[in-house]
Each structure stands twice: as structure tokens, then as C-alpha cells.
Nanobody, 124 residues
Framework: QVQLVESGGGLVQAGGSLRLSCLAS????????MAWFRQAPGKERQFIAG????????YYVDSAKGRFTISVDNAKNTVYLQMSSLKPDDTGFYYC?????????????????WGQGTQVTVSS
């Protein structure tokens, strides 16, 4: 049974940093892509960042470029999202997702597995 378990969310002031973690288990993810999505109240789930399990090229939504970094630690079966220079607009529930490659990173429907999410709140 595949499980994605997120952690690391919380309340932070604007300009601060957080590191989200996603512990993946239940199968081999070598042919998977991993991603982080954000869902704000009343809005659709939005792609934030994605990377292949092997740690190849990473992809980001424009608003995350230069501020967020996605990475994979294969030995720990964990995907990270390092977020810095946080803004109130970054507030939302952050979800980890896994999908079989090839896929279009920004397409929410191409991910087969999702975590339960972790709340990030950035105060102004």
C-alpha cells in the first residue's frame, strides 16, 4: 500500500522559511515523478514543484522559482520542499504527489498517489 506522509508545515512570518518533507513508502518509486501542490481556500490545487525520483531536472511554477527548492533523498525515501522568502500568497495546504513517468508535471490528474497534506500559513 503506497503512502505519502507530509510533515513540516506550520505558521511563519513573511520572509521566513520552512522545509516540507514527504516520506514515501509501499513500492519502488524509481520510475515515478514526485511533486508538491498547493491548495488555498476556495481555489483549485496548483502545481508548485516537481522532480523525478532519480533527482533529475526540477520544475517550478513561476512564483516559486528562486525561492523554493525541491529535492529527493533516495536513501530516506523522502522528497523535500525547501521554501524561503515566504509570502502570504504561499499560504495553503501543501500536498505531496507521485505519478508514473512520463507525465506532465502541472497536470493534477496524472498523479496516482497523494498525501494527506500539511498546512502552511504565512502571516504578513
Amino acid at each position: 500500500q503506497v503512502q505519502l506522509v507530509e510533515s513540516g508545515g506550520g505558521l511563519v512570518q513573511a520572509g521566513g522559511s520552512l522545509r516540507l518533507s514527504c516520506l514515501a513508502s509501499g513500492r519502488t518509486f524509481s520510475n515515478y515523478a514526485m511533486a508538491w501542490f498547493r491548495q488555498a481556500p476556495g481555489k483549485e490545487r496548483q502545481f508548485i514543484a516537481g522532480i523525478t525520483w532519480s533527482g533529475g531536472a526540477a520544475y517550478y511554477v513561476d512564483s516559486a522559482k528562486g525561492r523554493f527548492t525541491i529535492s529527493v533523498d533516495n536513501a530516506k525515501n523522502t522528497v523535500y520542499l525547501q521554501m524561503s522568502s515566504l509570502k502570504p500568497d504561499d499560504t495553503g495546504f501543501y500536498y505531496c504527489a507521485a505519478g508514473v513517468r512520463p507525465l506532465t508535471f502541472i497536470n493534477v490528474h496524472q498523479y496516482a498517489y497523494w498525501g494527506q497534506g500539511t498546512q502552511v500559513t504565512v502571516s504578513s
